[in-house]
């Protein structure tokens, strides 16, 4: 039999001491938790799947700005501008993006993928028009490596895709840009290509003066091209330049650019005053000697509804084709270098020329054409 010990007087035992171990043992109803009457009813504990939230585990403030779509799978980065070791690791993964583009391109990914990164570049501040401008792949910006690698015979007409693509997210391009895009077309002897480019306002812009004159139904200037067989390096180019006589009284010049054989970029130039023709070769283009003859044909008379883009001659082509008059004979002119012809500022200057300048009026004809 247990017979229960009295207390003693002098019991050391606290009377607010832990419960002892069957105590423990006995279940706890929610009533045995002690309720603070002033405050209210307890509110129940969210349990893992509630949808309530708590302000507890709310992420550090976010500084958003507008979203151009999802999030793309391509940055882990948080959307703060503020740390500039975040702004830093999003643009090496940039520029590591881009040179994974350009080293193996496929057109229907490396599109998404650049537009990935411009609107990551947007939301941390960053220009992406700078970073695609930067010699950041082996010297050379991602541009010039779009076209050296583009092939020789497209496939299809939207190859250029990459190429445009690259341009129009990198505009305003800048003058090193520039440089670059014609040297890349000069290592391709890509002329088709590099004529194309050129009806692009982010590369070669008109002048003010030209862009009001020629509108936008008038066909764009047409350079063709054409290697001679042989070993000389020969070749021949045709010009139809639309609406020249008007361009050269008001713009008072008239340029164009094409890329003959063996890479050599070459700048014929119709210039104000007397009317001269210049012809100079464009950066990073070799030296070469020069002869050649350059004829300018009556413009061919054009039907009503065909486009008004003429090319060199009168600018009566419709009583012409009326009165059904004797062609004008051809203006010829020679253009030929005694001496080597080099681009400006070449480092051989002492031994070449810059470039040929010849009048007009060296032509019996060729006075009287800026008078017509």
Not at 93 to 112: F, N, Q, Y
Not at 350 to 356: K, L, S, Y
């Amino acid at each position: 039999m247990i017979i229960d010990k009295p207390p003693l007087p002098d019991d050391p035992t606290p009377t607010d001491a832990p419960p002892s171990y069957d105590e423990l043992q006995r279940p706890v109803s929610p009533s045995s938790y002690p309720q603070d009457n002033k405050t209210g009813p307890s509110q129940p504990f969210p349990s893992p799947s509630s949808p309530a939230s708590s302000s507890s585990l709310k992420p550090p403030p976010i500084s958003h700005r507008p979203s151009k779509g999802k999030k793309s799978k391509w940055f882990p980065f948080g959307q703060s501008s503020q740390s500039a070791r975040t702004q830093q690791e999003v643009k090496e993964t940039i520029l590591g993006l881009v040179r994974d583009v350009v080293r193996a391109p496929e057109p229907s990914a490396a599109i998404s993928i650049l537009k990935d990164c411009a609107s990551a570049c947007a939301t941390h501040e960053l220009s992406f028009s700078a970073l695609l401008q930067d010699k950041s792949v082996e010297g050379h910006t991602p541009i010039y490596w779009s076209i050296v690698k583009r092939p020789a015979e497209p496939q299809s007409p939207t190859d250029i895709d990459l190429v445009a693509t690259l341009l129009s997210l990198a505009a305003p391009l800048t003058p090193v840009t520039v440089s670059e895009i014609r040297l890349a077309c000069l290592q391709n002897s890509d002329q088709v290509l590099f004529q194309r480019l050129r009806r692009l306002p982010t590369f070669a812009p008109v002048s003010g003066t030209d862009e009001i004159l020629l509108g936008v139904s008038v066909a764009p200037d047409e350079i063709e091209v054409q290697d001679l067989p042989g070993d000389e390096g020969a070749f021949a180019a045709s010009f139809r330049i639309a609406m020249f006589h008007k361009r050269m009284r008001v713009s008072k010049s008239v340029r164009l650019e094409f890329i003959a054989r063996d890479g050599t970029h070459w700048n014929p130039n119709y210039v104000k005053g007397t009317w001269l023709v210049s012809l100079t070769l464009m950066e990073h283009s070799p030296p070469t000697f020069f002869d050649s003859r350059l004829l300018i044909e009556e413009a061919k008379p054009s039907l009503p509804s065909s486009p008004t883009g003429g090319s060199i001659g009168g600018r009566k082509s419709s009583t012409v084709s009326l009165e059904k008059s004797k062609p004008k004979p051809t203006i010829e002119l020679r253009l030929k270098t005694a001496i080597q012809l080099g681009p400006k500022r070449s480092s051989h200057r002492q031994i070449i020329v810059d470039d040929i300048t010849v009048p007009l009026s060296k032509s019996p004809m060729g006075n009287s054409l800026q008078y017509e």
